[in-house]
């Protein structure tokens, strides 16, 4: 079972599981195919995480999101961050920033060569040879795909090469339009056929670099050759007689969410919307700078959450052996900076005030962007229970705290979980969508902003449930985001 932001993604996956490949096969050609598909929420240009789980072995966190550029380039000597308001529908507005001086040295293509050493079964170019072709045919824009387009219109014009791909006739691309990239193509076939090198001591890096230069940005040809995917031991925190695994430090999603679970889990019985909201609060307290100095050091998230106790697109896969892929990433909302030849939208990472709230370019070169992002496994006596993740920024730990709430808790089936409307604490404000029971926090201080519909602005979870009795498989995507499950 395969669950992702898009049909076309989805099908990629439950394919090559269909064939037999396992769940990481699975996840790397749904990734793949992401970048055609979904080209604004991923790419080469991007960064991630992929959590691993397989049978009778300890879970692994692969790490290889965006990192913090500028070796040997003087850090001052970088053009001004570009502020692009985007409105989620009137109901809530978010600055980002764009331009080269946000790009930050990508991992896309590091992670999924790593990937595919340590757990693939099949030949990266086998499962590279669909999406190329995909992007070289053109995808026909869906709903959910071109009122993301639409949302991030001016950070699409920021660029002649950026608008070019997205509003090829002049106007941005609509529903049942064609998106078409050969550059792109060819970019993944590369990927394929010779794995990461090229786009990180090769040619590819190269037309990266010194197009990223003529534009004032300061990632640099050291930051790529000194880049690789890091392998990590997961978080595991205890949450009603089950182990969830998620995102470790550096990342600072994963810890905020086990501090949550961890909260809930002192409280007998499925936690109350008042409950839920403080451990949201609690958390979002805790991310102070001691909090993001602190997630570099060793041994951080054992005293962080120790004292107190006592981090887009996803894709989540679980195989018919039982082993479960959880991968997450993101362009952010790309820099508006397209490499020409390359296909390649670099990341805007460096600009996204909710991974810099210390300041910009605080992070020294090297260092990975605390990010939100946590794909995460539930187990229950050893095996599975559920394999999860989402997109959504600061709302990505609140999607998934709720999440597992409702399938551990309550019982829900995936589609079911995803259904629940969702609610998210954060700047002293309560965010909560229709059906939130807004009365039960009647008493509570904070201003309440009640959205008017069901939005991406609350993530995009996408999950697969495995039943620990009979080992029956459940998938859904999120609809806030168009997101599918296919069985293979």
């Known amino acids: ?36 598909a979904e080209p604004l929420l991923s790419g080469p240009g991007a960064g991630g995480y992929m959590l691993v789980s397989e049978p009778g072995e300890a879970p692994v966190l692969l790490d290889f999101f965006v990192a913090a550029p500028g070796f040997g380039r003087d850090q001052a000597d970088r053009a001004p961050l570009v502020p692009v308001e985007v409105d989620f529908g009137g109901d809530a507005t978010q600055i980002f920033h764009v331009g080269a001086a946000s790009c930050g040295t990508y991992g896309n293509p590091a992670g999924i060569d790593a990937a595919m050493r340590r757990w693939g079964s099949a030949r990266l170019s086998e499962l590279a040879a669909p999406a190329a072709a995909l992007a070289r045919d053109g995808v026909v824009v869906n709903d959910q795909q071109a009122e993301v387009i639409h949302l991030l219109e001016w950070i699409l014009r920021t660029t002649p090469e950026c608008e070019t791909v997205y509003a090829p006739a002049g106007g941005l691309l609509n529903a049942g339009e064609l998106w078409r990239d050969r550059a792109l193509g060819d970019t993944i076939e590369r990927l394929g056929a010779e794995g990461s090198a090229p786009f990180y001591s090769g040619d590819i890096a190269a037309a990266v670099v010194d197009w990223i230069a003529a534009h004032d940005g300061i990632l640099s040809a050291e930051d790529l050759r000194r880049y690789e995917a890091i392998e990590r031991e997961p978080l595991c925190v205890g ?29 007998p019985g499925p936690p109350s919307l008042p409950q839920i909201v403080r451990a949201m609060e609690e958390a979002q307290d805790e991310r102070s700078p001691e909090f993001l100095d602190g997630l570099a050091e060793p041994g951080f998230a054992a005293s962080f959450l120790g004292s107190r106790l006592g981090a887009t697109t996803h894709i989540s896969v679980i195989d018919g052996a039982g082993r479960a892929c959880a991968v997450t990433c993101t362009n952010g909302e790309g820099s508006g900076i397209v490499v020409p030849g390359t296909g390649i939208h670099v990341n805007n990472i460096m600009g996204e005030e909710d991974l810099s709230p210390m300041g910009f370019h605080h992070a020294p070169p090297g260092r990975r962007m605390p990010s939100m992002m946590s794909p995460t496994v539930v187990t229950a006596g050893g095996d599975v229970h559920v394999a999860l993740g989402s997109s959504g920024s600061n709302r990505i730990r609140s999607a998934l705290l709720q999440t597992i709430v409702a399938v551990v808790d309550h019982g829900l089936p995936a589609a079911a979980a995803l259904a629940e409307p969702r609610v998210h604490y954060e700047g002293g404000v309560i965010f909560a969508e229709p059906g939130i ?52």
């Not at 932001?5 to 099908?11: D, N």
């Not at 182990?243 to 961890?262: E, M, R």
Request: a neutral charge; proline letters at 7%.
């Open 437 to 488: 029971p807004i009365d039960e926090l009647e008493c509570d201080p904070h201003e309440i902003k009640a959205f008017r519909a069901k939005s991406m602005f609350f993530g995009g979870v996408q999950a697969v449930t495995r039943d620990p009795a009979s080992g029956e498989l459940n998938g859904a995507g999120d609809p806030r985001r168009g997101g599918v499950a296919r069985a293979a």
């Open 1 to 36: 079972m395969v669950a992702a932001g898009h049909p076309l993604t989805a099908q990629a996956g439950a394919d090559v599981l269909g064939a037999g490949g396992n769940a990481v096969d699975a996840a790397v050609a749904a990734m793949l195919t992401s970048w055609v």
């Open 239 to 267: 949450y009603r007689g089950r182990s969830v695994f998620t995102n470790p430090p550096p990342s600072a999603g994963g810890i905020l969410l086990a501090l949550a679970l961890g909260r809930l889990n002192a409280e």
